[in-house]
């Protein structure tokens, strides 16, 4: 494996997530809930009157952020190389592992795993074994 250091970008990487962690500790603080982005999305989808503001703000900030961050900052180009019908599934079997997983990597793998729950640790375990060995055999085993 080599390291491409023209875009190797720890110091933005580690702002990120330094901006992720207190996000999400604020949300908890502030609200009392867990930051994970299906629960919030799935709320709108089953709404529940007094959650729906709250929950479309946060959906609308998820998509608002990098708007404005593309008018301070110039963005590399988004390229997608996959098939249409491979990206469509890619996105059903993400939601359909959100269900039966009881979350999302950042309800699991940010929040839960902060908070030390061992069910977190067990599903950030599998969904992070399903990509690398889902990367793997696309990129080597199929490729």
């Known amino acids: 494996m080599t390291l491409d250091w023209q875009h190797f970008t720890p110091w933005t990487s580690l702002a990120g997530g330094i901006l992720i962690g207190l996000a999400a500790a604020g949300f908890a603080l502030f609200n009392g809930r867990i930051a994970g982005i299906s629960g919030i999305v799935g709320g709108l ?31 590399r180009p988004i390229e997608i190389t996959a098939s249409s019908w491979l990206i469509v599934l890619a996105g059903l079997l993400v939601g359909i592992g959100t269900r039966y997983g009881a979350g999302c990597t950042s309800g699991h793998g940010v929040c839960g795993l902060s908070r030390l729950s061992g069910r977190s640790l067990a599903a950030t375990l599998i969904f992070m074994a399903f990509g690398f060995a889902t990367v793997f055999i696309l990129r080597h085993v199929l490729a």
């Open 45 to 75: 989808l089953r709404p529940v009157s007094g959650q729906t503001s709250w929950r479309v703000a946060f959906v609308a900030g998820l998509v608002i952020a990098p708007l404005l961050w593309r008018s301070l900052a110039a963005l």
